[in-house]
């Protein structure tokens, strides 16, 4: 399958067809967006940033234990290209993966996956649960309440904006803005 054949609407049928979870769902739309709003930050292809955005995670409703691994399985069985199965595989380096991130791509996906996760919990908390007033200093101050979101690993984005030669303020700045432009998808549009 080449990258033309390659669309969203099959990329987004894909994930329906392995994820249920509205909460999985919509941390798939929020890590699309970022990948996508990344992908124009490098002047990078918008499209397959934004595909393995949203494809990060296929497999890991239906199987947890196997997550990253069995991602392999189900997109080589549909003739993806190594290209996109390699940079979902590697988003959980350390984690569930040996597959280590080597290309830009694989690095933003790395780092912004645990990040969007951050900021959803810091905005929900905010009176007007919206990302769309959301400032990167409140991010900030929830990171380094350990007990905040206490499942989100800040050591992988610490590391992932190191392997980006990136501050993590701006990663975190960038992050946020990237999730702005699909606030209404993901819920984060509040009441403002």
């Known amino acids: 399958m080449e990258n033309a054949l390659i669309n969203r609407d099959e990329a987004y049928a894909l994930l329906k067809e392995y994820n249920k979870s509205e909460s999985l769902i919509t941390h798939a739309l929020a890590v699309e967006a970022v990948m996508r ?4 930050l490098f002047g ?9 955005g949203l494809l990060h995670d296929l497999d890991y409703e239906m199987y947890p234990n196997e997550h990253c691994k069995k ?9 993806w290209p190594e290209e ?11 984690l569930c993966s040996d597959v280590e991130p080597v290309h830009k791509m694989e690095k933003v996906l790395y780092t912004i996956d645990e990040l969007t996760g951050l900021i959803t919990a810091t905005a929900l908390m905010r009176p007007s649960k919206s990302i769309l ?6 991010v900030k101050k ?16 610490s590391e992932g904006a190191e392997l980006l030669g990136m501050d993590l303020d701006k990663v ?6 990237g999730m702005r432009n699909v606030a209404d998808e993901i ?3 509040g009441n403002l």
């Open 142 to 157: 929830k990171w380094k309440q350990k007990s905040f979101a206490a499942g989100v690993n800040r050591d992988v984005i």
């Open 37 to 40: 709003h990344f992908a124009e």
């Open 44 to 52: 990078e292809d918008k499209e397959k940033w934004g595909i393995i």
């Open 187 to 189: 819920g984060l549009k």
């Open 133 to 138: 007033d959301l400032e990167v200093k409140s």
């Open 84 to 94: 996109y199965i390699h940079a979902i595989e590697s988003h959980g380096w350390k």
């Open 71 to 79: 991602v392999r399985e189900i997109l080589e069985e549909r003739g």
């Open 172 to 177: 975190i700045e960038e992050t946020i803005i």
